[in-house]
């Protein structure tokens, strides 16, 4: 497979298929594609099925197969950027549920869980992130612009919720609350923060969409008048 990622604001990925070679998306994220280009629609089996059903993902995959050499392109659906992401044994990486995009059939996907209750409930993206695993390329859709840091162990970093969009195994994921009553109530800035341990690569993205949606809300009219 050899990929081209091209525009600005609203990337595309296109990816340049021998025949045979194979691609997998979770959602509706094709945008164009050759005619030679195969699609068929799975599960995954019952267990992987009910996992994602209860971590609110999609709970099929479209793999899309080149009959032939073929193209297909997968859109982002949010201002931001496309990265690719090189997946081995040992080189795992976990990703915030919305920022899968696609991937070639030897990467796997699975739910990650925090392990930390607190996480869970306060941690932005929720206590189920996605673990990408298996051999291959795949590519990870960011909101706004990624920032990347390198963790040394014990080493932290503290972030607003919304904005990990993933990190590397070897990273600790908690929640801590704002300390102070007053930075709770007056500080704009939310009860909890998510704090970062290496060792490990912090993938930060600066404008998540949930912080968009919260922006504009006030601003959406309501019918009330």
Not at 177 to 195: A, D
Request: aromatic share 8%; charged share 15%; with cysteine.
């Amino acid at each position: 497979m050899r990929y081209e990622i091209k525009g600005g604001s609203f990337p595309v990925v296109v990816c340049n298929l021998e025949s045979g070679e194979q691609m997998i998306t979770e959602r509706g994220s094709m945008v164009w594609m050759s005619p030679n280009m195969q699609m068929e629609t799975k599960g995954g089996g019952l267990g992987r099925m009910f996992s994602k059903a209860f971590s609110g993902e999609s709970i099929f995959q479209n793999i899309y197969t080149a009959k032939g050499a073929g193209m297909i392109t997968f859109g982002s659906s949010f201002p931001g950027q496309i990265r690719s992401i090189d997946i081995a044994p040992g080189k795992e990486m976990i990703l915030q549920k919305s920022a899968f995009l696609a991937a070639e059939s030897g990467v796997e996907l699975s739910i990650h869980f925090n392990q930390r209750l607190g996480t869970g409930f306060f941690g932005g993206e929720g206590f189920i992130m996605q673990r990408l695993s298996g051999n291959g390329t795949a590519f990870a859709e960011i909101d706004g612009e990624l920032v990347e840091y390198e963790l040394k162990p014990g080493q932290q970093i503290v972030v607003d919720t919304g904005n990990v969009a993933g990190f590397t195994p070897g990273v600790q994921m908690e929640i801590r609350q704002v300390p102070g009553m007053k930075n709770k109530l007056l500080g704009g800035e939310g009860l909890f923060n998510t704090v970062l341990t290496g060792p490990g690569r912090v993938w930060l993205q600066t404008m998540p969409i949930c912080n968009v949606a919260a922006s504009i809300r006030p601003y959406i009219p309501t019918g009330n008048g």
